[in-house]
């Protein structure tokens, strides 16, 4: 028979997985001695198997429950539902990893109209026997039953006004139970049966609350958001009540064994006096710092900080502690290394291992990789996040708080920038053109797009927040107004954006810039120690690589070349060439492009002193190029000497159904050789003159996107190696280069064997290889992706973090067969998936090189990658 039911002490901290966090830290104070009140846990295969069950909680797991609450009635020397002095016990739910604030405590179940006659006799205290079953009504219906608690706080207000009262302490006993008799009343009215009396079925109900609370839509969200599969099921904790409500010598708190904010060593938190735990949640009352306690209960004190720093030894690590003090007698309730801000994650890693309590391979693996962001990007002013009001929530595309006023075009955005104003850009969504409201926008919020789109991809690049794909929006961007969750926003009106979070708030909420500190780069040099795989960047300007050369990249994987023509002189420019339909025409265009192309290689080659960088050639599904704006056009058709309606007309035939699947990538250079010949001859020349000027021992390294058959990669490199051998002939010049290419059609992973043979490299271009593997639009999937998790099909977002069945099957046939062809083959990825921590993961198993992501989170990587190593070495 399996066990799916454990008493506290029956377990310890090893058996996490099985009892979750909560229940294993609960067995392994039992085992420590520690005054806990007793219970047991309902393990977590018990939760999957109840799903497994269709929602049913087997007979066995009813049984090997009843048997335990039969073992803690008689330790404890109570009984359910006892006239004289009933067992109370706690519900609580306690999944592996913890998910704070999935399901809602509950309290003192066991309470019926006859034990809570018994409770009152026991504590010789009426009134908080009922106030206690007028709780527990309120919680059960709330919690377990899902009844709106507007129907019972609707009562309470009525009783407290038809009494006088005006707060709930000034109720007596007798008003008491008229609210109970009130509740019961309600109860049955919306549940269609009386409230249950029977103290087993009231926990039945409640482990089956617990269960069903594991798919709720918070919980799904937040296991998305932190990475949890969603098959692990949480646990089910119940536990004998204690009383911190019971007079002056009772209590209850929470603290932590160092600040969870800072970090900084020494005993912090707060508790309320003849208070239960909800109460100092719920900030009705101010509670004591905890270290007031000392003068309120010295012995209690005492006891609390020497428990405390046993706890904080035992762990050897920053301790949350949750504490209940009945009449004078300390109960710990749960200990859990405590969540921390990453400024606090760092300061506590390194002084542990100061202190010797942990190594340094312990410091990498205890900070969560992507909390780095909150110390390179502004975070919201905690204080003033509270009073903001969420109006509407779309992906967290580019990390960091910003908040400003809203402008619905490039140049508005620009020209407020210049007034010193603070902006946000809203937009349907971004093309090229927007490159200069971006960079003047502290945010950027759009309707459509998803984590690769182009406002992503580029907003990640430069470190700006940005908020994509809010469909819930309504926007006029002519008239300058956008709708959202019931909120008129109209151009000059403040909103807030949280990039790391994907909220959308009302009003100027306060930020704080990031911070870096010393313990920053001591993290950051263990992690280099241990980790393998290497990390490189994806940037395209010279500022952008040497942000990411400060913050650790090794070199870049992924200069995207057509982001060099981004900017306002060049635009029309790349356009010309693109809307060219002769030869002639398209070569002269591009000569005209080469002196930016190459000073900008140039300028990055010295930026790189020496490391490498993977060009990519142009790329562009040309719907992000072809131009829309009539002022544009008309400039265009100047330039070209073409009236507009030709403009239009070519505009008109270069578009496609599916330009992501259209004339972008190497068929570019396909049709159009004179590209790729355009780009040889910029890098070679660049790399020449920059290994020349300043002694660099320059290898370009030559990538050609989307390839799909070996045939293909032959062409274009044919193409190549003329144009290179040529420069190198002109100036004299011994330069080695390499010709690489991406793998981003299933068809090249499908044939990484028969395309090794002519690439010297691949570079893993997974936002591609998702789109085209799943067959989702890299920029419209977030529409319907939500309806997926929300269904369960998907738990995750497949462009943010790699789907390792899928997406990642294709990955690894490439990196053996592209190995067995080529055994020295050099393996990167580029995708996105590059500055996921679990995707880092993925890619340093699958022996991958390196990885290479977008500046800012090189950090991340590096830390992502030296956990990855350290934790197969276990
Ligand atoms: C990719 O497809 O993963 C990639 C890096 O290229 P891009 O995002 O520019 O298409
Ligand atoms: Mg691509």
Redesign the pocket.
């Given at each position: 028979m399996a066990k799916w039911v454990y008493l506290f002490k029956e377990g310890n901290a090893e058996m996490r997985n099985l009892l979750g966090g909560k229940g294993a830290n609960l067995a392994e104070m039992t085992g420590l001695g520690l005054p806990i009140p007793q219970g047991f846990t309902v393990t977590t295969e018990a939760c999957t198997d109840y799903y497994n069950n269709g929602k049913q909680i087997s007979d066995e797991i009813k049984e090997q429950i009843f048997t335990a609450l039969a073992h803690l009635e008689e330790l404890q020397g109570k009984t359910f539902g006892d006239t004289e002095d009933p067992l109370l016990v706690s519900v609580r739910s306690g999944a592996r990893a913890s998910m704070p604030g999935m399901m809602d405590t509950i309290l003192n179940l066991g309470l019926n109209d006859e034990a809570v006659e018994g409770f009152a006799k026991k504590t010789g205290n009426p009134r908080f026997a009922y106030d206690s079953y007028r709780r527990f009504i309120q919680m059960f219906s709330d919690v377990v039953m899902e009844m709106s608690k507007t129907f019972f706080e609707g009562i309470l207000d009525e009783i407290k006004e038809s009494k006088g009262a005006k707060y709930d302490t000034d109720l007596t006993a007798d008003d008491l139970k008229e609210v109970i008799a009130r509740y019961k009343a309600i109860y049955k009215e919306k549940m269609g049966e009386d409230f249950p009396q029977e103290p087993k079925v009231q926990l039945m109900e409640a482990v089956k609350a617990v269960f069903r609370s594991w798919d709720n839509e918070r919980a799904i969200v937040y296991r998305r958001m932190n990475d949890i599969p969603g098959d692990w099921g949480t646990a089910v904790n119940v536990q004998a009540m204690v009383f911190g409500n019971m007079g002056d010598t009772s209590g209850t708190g929470v603290a932590f064994t160092r600040n969870p904010a800072t970090g900084e060593k020494g005993i912090f938190g707060e508790y309320l006096i003849n208070a239960q735990g909800e109460d100092v949640v719920a900030g009705i009352r101010t509670p004591q710092p905890i270290t007031k306690l000392e003068e309120d209960l010295p012995e209690c004190f005492k006891q609390f900080m020497e428990i405390a720093n046993r706890l904080e030894e035992h762990y050897r690590d920053m301790q949350d502690m949750e504490f209940t003090i009945q009449e004078g007698k300390l109960y710990f309730l749960q200990t859990r290394n405590g969540k921390r801000t990453a400024p606090a994650a760092i300061q506590i890693a390194c002084d542990l291992v100061d202190e010797g309590k942990i190594t340094p391979e312990e410091a990498v693996l205890r900070i969560e990789a992507k909390s780095l962001d909150q110390l390179l990007h502004p975070t919201f002013d905690p204080d003033a996040l509270k009073a903001g009001e969420v109006i509407g929530e779309a992906l967290p595309a580019s990390p960091g708080a910003a908040a400003g006023k809203v402008y619905f075009t490039a140049e508005d955005a620009k020209k407020a920038r210049g007034k010193g104003e603070r902006v946000i850009m809203v937009r349907l969504e971004t093309s090229p053109e927007d490159i200069e409201g971006m960079h003047a926008a502290e945010g950027i919020l759009t309707v459509r797009g998803g984590m690769t789109s182009h406002a992503a991809v580029v907003a990640r690049g430069m470190g700006t927040a940005c908020v994509s794909g809010c469909g819930e929006i309504k926007i006029d961007e002519e008239a300058k107004y956008f709708d959202l969750g019931g909120h008129h926003i109209v151009e000059g009106d403040y909103i807030s954006l949280d990039g790391s979070t994907g909220k959308i708030y009302l009003g100027d909420i306060k930020t704080i810039e990031a911070s870096v500190s010393g313990n920053f780069g001591r993290i950051m040099a263990w992690a280099d120690e241990f980790r393998t795989l290497g990390v490189r960047t994806n940037a395209d300007t010279p500022a952008d690589t040497k942000n990411a050369i400060k913050l650790g990249a090794e070199g870049i994987g992924l200069c995207r070349t057509e982001h060099m023509f981004f900017e306002p002189e060049r635009i029309p420019k790349i356009r010309k060439m693109i809307l060219s339909d002769t030869e002639e025409m398209r070569e002269e265009a591009l000569w005209e492009l080469i002196p930016y192309q190459k000073g900008d290689f140039k300028a990055m080659y010295e930026a790189l002193e020496g490391k490498p960088m993977t060009v990519r050639y142009l790329?562009p599904p040309l719907h992000e190029f072809v131009p829309t704006d009539p002022a544009d056009i008309e400039a265009l058709a100047k330039d070209m000497h073409m009236t507009v309606e030709e403009v239009e007309a070519r505009c008109e035939e270069l578009r496609e159904f599916n330009p992501m699947m259209g004339h972008r990538g190497c068929r570019l250079a396909v049709t159009y050789p004179e590209i790729a010949r355009m780009q040889t001859r910029a890098v070679m020349e660049a790399a020449i003159e920059v290994k020349e000027e300043k002694g660099y021992d320059i290898v370009p390294e030559i990538m050609i996107?989307?390839i799909g058959d070996q045939k293909e990669l032959k062409f274009v490199k044919e193409m190549v190696v003329k144009i290179a051998e040529r420069v190198k002939k002109e100036r004299n010049s011994d330069i080695q280069y390499r010709i690489g290419t991406?793998i981003?059609i299933p068809r090249a992973a499908l044939l990484a064997g028969e395309i090794a043979e002519e690439a010297e490299f691949f570079s893993f271009?997974t936002?591609?290889l998702t789109q085209m593997t799943f067959g989702f639009s890299r920029d419209d999937a977030g529409k319907f992706l939500d309806s997926y998790y929300k269904s369960k099909i998907y738990e995750s977002d497949p462009f943010a973090r790699l789907d390792q069945n899928g997406v990642g099957k294709l990955v690894k046939m490439a990196v053996e067969e592209g190995r067995a062809v080529r055994p020295d083959i050099k393996l990167g990825i580029c995708g996105e998936h590059g500055g996921d921590p679990s995707s880092i993961e993925f890619c340093h198993k699958t022996g991958l090189s390196y990885v290479s992501c977008s500046p800012f989170r090189v950090p991340i990587a590096r830390l992502a990658a030296a956990q990855a190593a350290l934790n197969s070495r276990k």
């Open positions: 790329d996107p989307l991406m981003e271009g936002n591609d």
